[in-house]
């Protein structure tokens, strides 16, 4: 009876655990030259592992982070008319302000930032990871109650 509780308990614990490990990544599109010079949304909020995809509206732009208006090495991409950048925030990243800006227009303002937040955005898996193990606790407490009571009486 023990090793069933425990298998049981193990088995409960070991799948709430993998839930968190598995990361749903997001991509943010931010449209180049709404409004001739600028990036539109200005901000992204995202996080570690998300997609920043850069789609082409009008007019000849670059990709480049940094600030202010001096290339970081992260990235440095020429958007192609009609089509689209993307950067990849690296998992590893830490929570900050990724700016970067448009090598020919920037002393006119074109830049634009990229917060990056863990767990930014739509409710992440880890949380629901976190709720889950809760309510996998809670279950497992109740049942192992429930199995007490039967051997007591
Ligand atoms: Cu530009």
Request: aromatic fraction near 8%; hydrophobic fraction near 45%; charged fraction near 10%.
């Amino acid at each position: 009876m023990y090793s069933q509780k425990l298998a049981r308990f193990s088995a409960v614990f070991i799948m709430t655990g993998l839930v968190p490990t598995i990361a749903f990544a997001a991509t943010h599109t931010v449209m180049v030259g709404t409004a001739g010079t600028n990036f539109d949304p200005v901000n992204v909020d995202v996080a570690p592992g998300d997609t920043i995809e850069w789609v082409h509206v009008s007019g000849s732009h670059t990709v480049t982070s940094g600030t202010p208006c001096t290339a970081d090495g992260r990235f440095n991409q020429t958007l192609p008319s009609g089509g689209s950048v993307n950067y990849v925030v690296p998992m590893a990243e830490p929570d900050g302000v990724i700016p970067y800006f448009c090598i020919p227009h920037c002393a006119s303002g074109m830049t634009g930032t990229i917060t990056v937040q863990a767990g930014a955005g739509i409710p992440t898996v880890s949380e629901w990871g976190v709720i889950a193990m809760l309510l996998a606790m809670l279950v497992v407490a109740t049942w192992v109650l429930r199995k007490a009571r039967v051997v007591i009486r």
